[in-house]
């Protein structure tokens, strides 16, 4: 389901049909598939119980045993909901100021709703990890040398980007002017 949010914004950035639309989609598609890279590289990793987790219930309890994961996990889960300043709200702001700049009012509201009513199925998540007990948590980290690169640059990129966002920025400056000449 969350694809599918995520793609709805994509699709506001593209109806606003100006370069701060194109601009805002291509700074959100990098860092959604960033995120998304982050997330199914700690996700592939984790085992409950020996077994993969393939249920939120079965985060329950990871922050006592695993805490620099679920650290890592609240992080990228905050972006996802488009929390400040995280990576995945200037991915969204860009989109929302590009529907406002081609009078999409309503579309951009919506959006911001849609964001709000996101956030807490992300937020969840970081409660299971954080306030939900589970007595028996066996966690195991599986992690090979591929995932554990991709979430530390993932890692790298999210948090880089929050202290650093103009390298993105002016690239997708420049894929927008070359989209509208």
């Known amino acids: 389901y969350?694809?599918?949010?995520?793609?709805?914004?994509?699709?506001?950035?593209?109806?606003?049909?100006?370069?701060?639309?194109?601009?805002?989609?291509?700074?959100?598609?990098?860092?959604?598939?960033?995120?998304?890279?982050?997330?199914?590289?700690?996700i592939l990793s984790l085992k409950y119980n020996n077994v993969f987790i393939e249920k939120i219930s079965e985060f329950s309890g990871l922050s006592k045993h695993k805490p620099l994961i679920s650290l890592s996990l609240a992080i990228i889960m905050l972006s996802m909901a488009g929390i400040p300043p995280f990576a995945g709200f200037f991915g969204k702001f860009y989109i929302f100021v590009a529907a406002l700049k081609a009078d999409l009012i309503l579309l951009a509201v919506l959006g911001v709703i849609s964001s709000v009513i996101s956030a807490f199925y992300y937020l969840r998540i970081i409660k299971v990890m954080y306030?939900?007990?589970?007595?028996?948590?066996?966690?195991?980290?599986?992690?090979?040398?591929?995932?554990?690169?991709?979430?530390?640059?993932?890692?790298?990129?999210?948090?880089?980007?929050?202290?650093?966002?103009?390298?993105?920025?002016?690239?997708?400056?420049?894929?927008?002017?070359?989209?509208?000449?």
């Open 2 to 42: 969350s694809s599918i949010g995520h793609v709805g914004y994509i699709l506001i950035g593209l109806v606003a049909a100006n370069s701060a639309g194109i601009k805002g989609v291509s700074i959100y598609m990098i860092i959604y598939v960033v995120m998304n890279i982050a997330v199914f590289s700690i």
């Open 131 to 181: 306030f939900d007990e589970h007595e028996n948590a066996n966690f195991q980290l599986v992690i090979n040398s591929q995932s554990l690169f991709l979430l530390i640059f993932s890692m790298l990129f999210i948090s880089l980007f929050v202290f650093y966002p103009s390298f993105l920025t002016s690239i997708s400056s420049y894929v927008s002017i070359d989209y509208f000449q």
